[in-house]
């Protein structure tokens, strides 16, 4: 019998890139140093920086030995955060994804040979994720790890009633069959990893691994998530959920999430004395407790949380 050769798969890295020349270095390098037994492509997409992005991009592009895994695009308009990842996601060819933005960076060399050896002998899960740290825009590290419930396993429903943190940079997934994300995805504001991993998880459940060093969140006045108010992650992340609430209707823990992240708003907008804006929002449940009856759950839970906060 002739030997078979054993076909290697191919690793798509997505990276957007906006005005992140002070940073895409880290970036670029945390990929091109990856050891793997496979073929890997580093899709970069620059949302028409003003800045010296481009020109990192292109000098490691020149001069770096794994250079020719650049496969680069600068948009000639700005697209926006949303349509640049989809861009981007949409020109890997990969038979894996793995997500890097430009700011972000990853410690590990073999990263990504572990992670997809597990996936391939793991066909239950869609995708593997690992801790993390964040640093400031120095690179002083100020934040160690994810909590500690949030290193585990997940469901598709579970990661939706828990909203627990999969940091990006931490994540590789096998590209389904049919990869085609909802046009509702088109309409997310800037948090399009929560919508991507809700869709990702409907192919199977994502694995922790604790045995791959921690990718780099950095945190700079022009991070898209990072310089956001704690109010203005609950709006952001209200738009994600009704968006996905639009994209896969039907589906209680959606439902419950949007009634949770309402309630959060009306307390943020309280603190920060925008009570037309509070009470929008909380009687926006009240009212949508008849529809939704199961809100009821979320309803109680929440007043308890503000009695014994009351009591501290």
Same mark, same amino acid.
């Given at each position: ?8 798969? *191919? ?9 992140? /020349? ?5 970036? !670029? ?29 292109? *000098? ?7 250079? $020719?895994? !650049?496969?680069? *695009? ?9 349509? $640049? ?52 825009? $120095? /690179? +002083? ?9 949030? *290193? ?11 909203? @627990? ?9 096998? +590209?389904?069959?049919?990869?085609? &994300? ?19 998880? +409907? ?17 700079? @006045? ?21 968006? &996905?609430?639009?994209?896969? @209707? /039907? ?37 949508? &407790? &008849? ?14 949380? !503000? ?6």
């Amino acid at each position: 019998m002739e030997n078979q050769t054993m076909v290697k798969p *191919k690793l798509s890295v997505c990276m957007i890139a906006y005005n992140v /020349g002070r940073f895409i270095g880290d970036a !670029i390098d945390g990929v091109l140093n990856q050891k793997a037994d496979f073929n890997i492509e580093l899709v970069i997409s620059n949302d028409c920086s003003s800045d010296n992005t481009e020109e990192v991009v292109l *000098k490691f592009a020149q001069d770096h030995p794994q250079g $020719n895994w !650049i496969k680069y *695009k600068r948009q000639e308009k700005n697209l926006g955060s949303t349509l $640049n990842y989809l861009w981007a996601l949409d020109n890997c060819t990969g038979d894996f994804i793995a997500i890097c933005d430009g700011d972000d960076y990853w410690t590990d060399a073999f990263k990504v040979q572990k992670q997809v050896d597990f996936l391939e002998s793991h066909p239950q899960y869609i995708g593997s994720f690992h801790n993390r740290h964040k640093c400031d825009i $120095n /690179g +002083k590290i100020i934040s160690s790890s994810i909590q500690k419930h949030e *290193k585990r396993n997940w469901r598709l429903d579970d990661f939706i009633s828990e909203k @627990p943190e999969i940091p990006s940079a931490s994540v590789i997934f096998r +590209k389904p069959l049919i990869f085609k &994300l909802p046009m509702e995805f088109q309409k997310v504001v800037i948090n399009g990893d929560t919508f991507l991993w809700v869709y990702t998880l +409907k192919f199977g459940d994502f694995y922790f691994d604790a045995n791959i060093g921690p990718s780099v969140y950095r945190i700079h @006045p022009q991070g898209l998530w990072s310089s956001k108010s704690s109010y203005r992650k609950s709006q952001l992340s209200l738009n994600t959920y009704q968006l &996905l609430d639009a994209a896969f @209707p /039907g589906r209680n823990s959606v439902k419950s999430q949007i009634f949770n992240i309402r309630f959060h708003l009306f307390y943020y907008a309280m603190k920060e004395k925008e009570l037309a804006a509070g009470l929008s929002y909380y009687f926006s449940n009240i009212f949508g &407790l &008849l529809a939704y009856p199961r809100g009821f759950k979320v309803f109680l839970s929440f007043h308890k949380s !503000i009695v014994f906060k009351g009591r501290r």
